[in-house]
Nanobody, 120 residues
Framework: QVQLVESGGGLVQAGGSLRLSCAAS????????MGWYRQAPGKQRELVAV???????NYADSAKGRFTISRDNAKNTGYLQMSSLKVEDTAVYYC??????????????WGQGTQVTVSS
């Protein structure tokens, strides 16, 4: 009922930039939160940034000042602009969306993940 397509990952040198996209489709009435998480090898998945309906955003300390989360509500698409990338940002990045479907059902859906590799 909800499909997420992530894109924008890749290989970049330290100090470079990438923009991740997460396009949601399906029987979506609303998206309440759209977040980005990451999981590095051998580590737990962690929150990077989240956008909450109404405009508020939250960032992990590691992302503050370097990453910017945004969303285009008309397109049900979210973005994570990453700048000044560091080797330690290397991870699989996952999009998560939570909201309500037509018919009233709540959903909480994860994307397939996109690999971000930052080389030194």
């Amino acid at each position: 009922q909800v499909q997420l397509v992530e894109s924008g990952g890749g290989l970049v040198q330290a100090g470079g930039s990438l923009r991740l996209s997460c396009a949601a489709s399906g029987s979506i009435l609303s998206i309440n939160t759209m977040g980005w998480y990451r999981q590095a090898p051998g580590k737990q998945r962690e929150l990077v940034a989240v956008s909450i309906s109404g405009g508020s955003t939250n960032y992990a300390d590691s992302a503050k000042g370097r990453f910017t989360i945004s969303r285009d509500n008309a397109k049900n698409t979210g973005y994570l602009q990453m700048s000044s990338l560091k080797v330690e940002d290397t991870a699989v990045y996952y999009c998560n969306v939570q909201g309500r479907l037509y018919g009233g059902t709540l959903y909480n859906h994860w994307g397939q993940g996109t690999q971000v590799t930052v080389s030194s």
